[in-house]
Protein backbone atom coordinates (compact mmCIF):
# COMPACT_ATOMS: atom_id res chain seq x y z
CA UNK A 1 0.00 0.00 0.00
CA UNK A 2 1.20 4.10 -0.80
CA UNK A 3 -0.32 6.97 -0.55
CA UNK A 4 0.66 10.04 -1.81
CA UNK A 5 -0.94 13.82 -2.30
CA UNK A 6 -2.58 14.84 -5.39
CA UNK A 7 -2.52 17.76 -7.55
CA UNK A 8 -2.79 21.26 -5.83
CA UNK A 9 -2.75 19.58 -2.50
CA UNK A 10 -6.04 18.98 -2.09
CA UNK A 11 -6.63 15.08 -2.54
CA UNK A 12 -4.98 12.40 -0.83
CA UNK A 13 -4.85 9.07 -2.85
CA UNK A 14 -4.08 5.26 -1.19
CA UNK A 15 -3.64 2.70 -3.16
CA UNK A 16 -3.64 -1.14 -2.57
CA UNK A 17 -3.76 -4.00 -4.44
CA UNK A 18 -6.59 -5.88 -2.74
CA UNK A 19 -9.37 -5.61 -0.18
CA UNK A 20 -12.35 -6.39 0.34
CA UNK A 21 -14.86 -3.54 -1.09
CA UNK A 22 -12.98 0.29 -0.98
CA UNK A 23 -16.27 1.52 0.51
CA UNK A 24 -15.87 -0.92 3.47
CA UNK A 25 -11.71 -0.33 3.51
CA UNK A 26 -12.66 3.46 3.79
CA UNK A 27 -15.06 3.37 6.57
CA UNK A 28 -12.78 0.99 8.65
CA UNK A 29 -10.14 3.58 8.07
CA UNK A 30 -12.29 6.61 8.81
CA UNK A 31 -12.98 4.61 12.07
CA UNK A 32 -9.42 4.61 13.24
CA UNK A 33 -8.14 7.92 12.36
CA UNK A 34 -9.49 11.82 11.03
CA UNK A 35 -9.41 11.17 6.88
CA UNK A 36 -8.65 14.46 4.84
CA UNK A 37 -11.46 16.22 2.92
CA UNK A 38 -11.04 14.37 -0.60
CA UNK A 39 -9.51 11.20 0.54
CA UNK A 40 -9.12 8.39 -2.43
CA UNK A 41 -8.65 4.68 -1.69
CA UNK A 42 -8.04 2.54 -5.26
CA UNK A 43 -8.09 -1.05 -5.39
CA UNK A 44 -6.54 -3.25 -7.94
CA UNK A 45 -8.97 -5.92 -7.24
CA UNK A 46 -11.81 -6.06 -4.91
CA UNK A 47 -12.76 -9.01 -3.61
CA UNK A 48 -16.05 -8.20 -2.06
CA UNK A 49 -17.29 -5.21 -4.33
CA UNK A 50 -20.66 -4.13 -3.16
CA UNK A 51 -23.56 -2.91 -5.26
CA UNK A 52 -26.90 -0.67 -4.68
CA UNK A 53 -29.59 -2.75 -3.10
CA UNK A 54 -27.74 -5.46 -1.87
CA UNK A 55 -26.27 -6.45 -5.20
CA UNK A 56 -22.10 -7.47 -5.67
CA UNK A 57 -20.23 -5.90 -8.12
CA UNK A 58 -17.78 -8.27 -9.39
CA UNK A 59 -14.69 -6.57 -11.83
CA UNK A 60 -11.97 -8.13 -13.17
CA UNK A 61 -8.20 -7.20 -11.39
CA UNK A 62 -6.49 -4.58 -13.00
CA UNK A 63 -8.45 -4.15 -15.62
CA UNK A 64 -10.98 -1.97 -14.06
CA UNK A 65 -11.29 1.33 -12.03
CA UNK A 66 -13.03 0.34 -8.64
CA UNK A 67 -12.48 3.13 -5.80
CA UNK A 68 -14.07 5.61 -3.05
CA UNK A 69 -13.45 8.86 -2.62
CA UNK A 70 -14.64 10.72 0.96
CA UNK A 71 -16.17 14.15 0.56
CA UNK A 72 -16.73 16.40 3.42
CA UNK A 73 -19.87 18.80 2.96
CA UNK A 74 -20.39 22.15 5.25
CA UNK A 75 -23.59 23.21 3.69
CA UNK A 76 -25.78 20.46 3.21
CA UNK A 77 -28.79 19.53 4.11
CA UNK A 78 -30.21 15.80 5.23
CA UNK A 79 -32.30 15.42 2.24
CA UNK A 80 -29.77 17.49 -0.39
CA UNK A 81 -28.15 13.87 -1.00
CA UNK A 82 -29.57 13.10 -4.72
CA UNK A 83 -28.01 16.35 -5.52
CA UNK A 84 -24.58 14.55 -5.38
CA UNK A 85 -25.47 11.88 -7.24
CA UNK A 86 -26.39 14.07 -9.57
CA UNK A 87 -22.87 15.83 -9.80
CA UNK A 88 -21.30 12.52 -9.92
CA UNK A 89 -23.26 11.20 -12.66
CA UNK A 90 -23.20 14.30 -14.48
CA UNK A 91 -18.79 14.34 -14.10
CA UNK A 92 -18.89 10.68 -15.01
CA UNK A 93 -20.76 11.20 -18.50
CA UNK A 94 -18.58 14.28 -19.02
CA UNK A 95 -15.11 11.89 -19.00
CA UNK A 96 -16.63 9.42 -20.91
CA UNK A 97 -17.82 11.78 -23.65
CA UNK A 98 -14.21 13.02 -23.41
CA UNK A 99 -13.29 9.45 -24.53
CA UNK A 100 -15.94 9.34 -27.42
CA UNK A 101 -18.03 6.97 -25.68
CA UNK A 102 -21.36 7.24 -27.64
CA UNK A 103 -25.23 7.00 -26.59
CA UNK A 104 -24.25 7.86 -22.92
CA UNK A 105 -27.23 8.38 -20.40
CA UNK A 106 -27.61 8.05 -16.64
CA UNK A 107 -30.34 4.91 -15.73
CA UNK A 108 -31.82 6.44 -12.33
CA UNK A 109 -30.10 6.63 -10.07
CA UNK A 110 -26.89 6.47 -11.34
CA UNK A 111 -25.80 3.87 -13.56
CA UNK A 112 -23.79 5.01 -16.16
CA UNK A 113 -25.00 3.53 -19.78
CA UNK A 114 -23.79 3.36 -23.14
CA UNK A 115 -26.75 2.48 -25.47
CA UNK A 116 -28.15 -0.38 -23.45
CA UNK A 117 -25.20 -1.36 -21.67
CA UNK A 118 -23.81 -0.41 -18.35
CA UNK A 119 -20.75 0.82 -18.12
CA UNK A 120 -20.11 2.34 -14.75
CA UNK A 121 -21.65 2.08 -11.53
CA UNK A 122 -21.77 4.31 -7.93
CA UNK A 123 -22.62 3.65 -4.84
CA UNK A 124 -22.83 6.56 -2.15
CA UNK A 125 -23.18 6.21 1.63
CA UNK A 126 -24.42 9.38 2.97
CA UNK A 127 -23.68 10.32 7.07
CA UNK A 128 -26.28 12.47 8.36
CA UNK A 129 -25.60 14.28 11.65
CA UNK A 130 -29.07 16.27 12.57
CA UNK A 131 -30.28 18.55 9.59
CA UNK A 132 -27.02 18.70 7.69
CA UNK A 133 -25.68 16.13 5.32
CA UNK A 134 -21.69 16.00 6.99
CA UNK A 135 -19.87 13.48 4.21
CA UNK A 136 -20.56 10.60 1.84
CA UNK A 137 -18.01 8.03 0.54
CA UNK A 138 -18.40 7.70 -3.32
CA UNK A 139 -17.80 4.67 -4.29
CA UNK A 140 -17.23 3.73 -8.49
CA UNK A 141 -16.82 1.63 -10.55
CA UNK A 142 -16.01 1.81 -14.00
CA UNK A 143 -15.72 -1.07 -16.76
CA UNK A 144 -12.79 0.06 -18.54
CA UNK A 145 -10.66 -2.79 -20.27
CA UNK A 146 -12.52 -5.90 -19.60
CA UNK A 147 -13.31 -8.17 -22.35
CA UNK A 148 -15.58 -10.39 -20.96
CA UNK A 149 -18.93 -10.34 -18.57
CA UNK A 150 -20.20 -13.84 -18.48
CA UNK A 151 -23.66 -14.17 -16.91
CA UNK A 152 -23.88 -10.47 -16.85
CA UNK A 153 -25.56 -9.48 -20.11
CA UNK A 154 -26.34 -6.10 -19.87
CA UNK A 155 -22.55 -4.71 -18.65
CA UNK A 156 -20.08 -3.88 -21.30
CA UNK A 157 -16.62 -1.57 -20.65
CA UNK A 158 -14.95 0.70 -22.17
CA UNK A 159 -12.80 -0.83 -24.16
CA UNK A 160 -15.70 -2.95 -25.45
CA UNK A 161 -17.81 -0.60 -26.78
CA UNK A 162 -14.56 1.74 -28.34
CA UNK A 163 -12.13 -1.22 -29.01
CA UNK A 164 -9.47 0.62 -27.59
CA UNK A 165 -7.64 -0.02 -24.46
CA UNK A 166 -7.32 2.91 -21.97
CA UNK A 167 -4.73 3.55 -19.10
CA UNK A 168 -6.36 3.16 -15.89
CA UNK A 169 -4.29 6.01 -14.14
CA UNK A 170 -4.62 8.57 -16.59
CA UNK A 171 -8.54 7.91 -16.35
CA UNK A 172 -8.54 7.96 -13.07
CA UNK A 173 -6.69 11.23 -12.44
CA UNK A 174 -8.64 13.09 -15.17
CA UNK A 175 -12.12 12.05 -13.14
CA UNK A 176 -10.86 12.97 -9.93
CA UNK A 177 -9.88 16.35 -11.26
CA UNK A 178 -13.19 17.03 -12.94
CA UNK A 179 -14.79 15.94 -9.19
CA UNK A 180 -12.75 18.07 -6.99
CA UNK A 181 -14.53 20.93 -8.33
CA UNK A 182 -17.91 19.70 -9.74
CA UNK A 183 -18.37 17.83 -5.97
CA UNK A 184 -18.15 21.26 -4.52
CA UNK A 185 -21.70 21.08 -3.43
CA UNK A 186 -21.69 24.98 -2.20
CA UNK A 187 -21.12 25.76 -5.96
CA UNK A 188 -23.26 23.90 -7.43
CA UNK A 189 -27.08 24.82 -9.04
CA UNK A 190 -29.98 22.27 -7.95
CA UNK A 191 -31.88 23.19 -10.42
CA UNK A 192 -28.71 22.93 -13.22
CA UNK A 193 -27.92 20.14 -11.77
CA UNK A 194 -31.46 18.35 -12.02
CA UNK A 195 -32.43 19.73 -15.68
CA UNK A 196 -28.84 18.66 -17.07
CA UNK A 197 -29.29 14.97 -15.77
CA UNK A 198 -33.13 14.76 -16.84
CA UNK A 199 -31.71 15.85 -20.43
CA UNK A 200 -29.64 12.53 -19.97
CA UNK A 201 -32.16 10.15 -18.39
CA UNK A 202 -31.98 6.69 -19.54
CA UNK A 203 -35.29 5.59 -21.57
CA UNK A 204 -37.26 9.15 -20.56
CA UNK A 205 -40.06 9.40 -22.92
CA UNK A 206 -40.27 6.10 -24.65
CA UNK A 207 -43.13 4.23 -23.67
CA UNK A 208 -42.45 1.44 -22.31
CA UNK A 209 -43.92 -1.52 -19.41
CA UNK A 210 -42.25 -0.45 -16.47
CA UNK A 211 -43.11 -3.32 -13.33
CA UNK A 212 -43.83 -1.07 -10.43
CA UNK A 213 -44.40 -2.13 -6.94
CA UNK A 214 -44.62 -5.74 -8.59
CA UNK A 215 -47.46 -4.38 -11.12
CA UNK A 216 -47.22 -3.67 -15.13
CA UNK A 217 -47.46 -0.29 -15.94
CA UNK A 218 -47.52 1.16 -19.14
CA UNK A 219 -46.11 4.53 -19.04
CA UNK A 220 -42.81 6.86 -19.65
CA UNK A 221 -40.13 8.30 -17.36
CA UNK A 222 -40.60 11.71 -17.22
CA UNK A 223 -38.05 12.94 -15.03
CA UNK A 224 -37.14 13.18 -11.01
CA UNK A 225 -38.88 14.71 -8.38
CA UNK A 226 -37.19 17.12 -6.04
CA UNK A 227 -36.63 14.37 -3.58
CA UNK A 228 -34.65 12.25 -6.51
CA UNK A 229 -37.42 10.30 -7.09
CA UNK A 230 -38.49 8.72 -10.71
CA UNK A 231 -41.71 9.76 -11.92
CA UNK A 232 -43.53 7.49 -14.33
CA UNK A 233 -46.24 8.69 -16.04
CA UNK A 234 -48.78 6.34 -16.56
CA UNK A 235 -50.86 5.63 -19.84
CA UNK A 236 -53.81 6.93 -18.11
CA UNK A 237 -52.18 10.39 -17.04
CA UNK A 238 -51.46 9.62 -13.63
CA UNK A 239 -47.87 9.96 -12.37
CA UNK A 240 -46.34 7.54 -9.82
CA UNK A 241 -43.23 8.67 -7.98
CA UNK A 242 -40.83 5.67 -7.82
CA UNK A 243 -37.95 4.98 -5.04
CA UNK A 244 -35.15 2.53 -6.11
CA UNK A 245 -36.53 -0.94 -5.10
CA UNK A 246 -40.12 -0.18 -6.79
CA UNK A 247 -39.56 0.04 -10.44
CA UNK A 248 -37.93 -2.55 -12.91
CA UNK A 249 -37.04 -1.38 -16.34
CA UNK A 250 -38.21 -3.91 -19.00
C1 LIG B 1 -24.12 -0.49 -8.56
O1 LIG B 1 -24.27 -0.13 -9.73
O2 LIG B 1 -24.79 -1.42 -8.09
C2 LIG B 1 -23.11 0.19 -7.74
C3 LIG B 1 -21.75 -0.40 -7.92
C4 LIG B 1 -20.67 0.31 -7.14
C5 LIG B 1 -19.36 -0.41 -7.24
C6 LIG B 1 -18.24 0.37 -6.61
S1 LIG B 1 -16.67 -0.33 -6.96
C7 LIG B 1 -15.92 0.72 -5.81
C8 LIG B 1 -16.85 0.82 -4.62
N1 LIG B 1 -16.61 -0.25 -3.69
C9 LIG B 1 -17.63 -1.09 -3.62
O3 LIG B 1 -17.67 -2.12 -2.92
N2 LIG B 1 -18.61 -0.70 -4.42
C10 LIG B 1 -18.29 0.54 -5.11
Redo the contacts with the bound molecule.
Sequence with gaps: MYSYQGFLNTMHIIKVNATD????HLKRLMSATALKDFTVLVADS?L??????G?V?N?EPGKNL???VLKHFEKLKADQGFTISMALSLTLIEVFRELEIPQLAIKWPN?IMSGNK?IC???IENTLKGSKLKQAIL???INVNQENFSGLPNAASLKQISGKTFQLDVLLNRLLKLMNTSLDMDNQNAEELSSAYEDLLYMRDQIAIYEINEEQVEGMIRGISQAGKLLVETKNGKEIECGLKEIKYP
Design positions: STNLQNGIGQATWSTFSDKGILGIG
